[in-house]
């Protein structure tokens, strides 16, 4: 058995449209009040890299 130590946590909730992205680490979250939408998808893909590049 193994243990993994996760210091941070990152999610994104979208309605389809809309995507907002948050962090959670420690006891605290942090929600980015941005509502990022589909259509500059350069954008959107940013975040996305962004979080994969933090794991």
Do not use: H
Not at 20 to 39: C, H, M, N
């Amino acid at each position: 058995m193994w243990s993994l130590c996760i210091n941070s946590i990152y999610g994104s909730v979208t309605s389809g449209n809309l995507w907002t992205f948050l962090k959670s680490e420690a006891q605290t979250v942090t929600i980015d009040l941005t509502e990022y939408l589909i259509p500059p998808v350069e954008e959107l893909l940013g975040m996305l890299v962004w979080l994969a590049r933090e794991v």
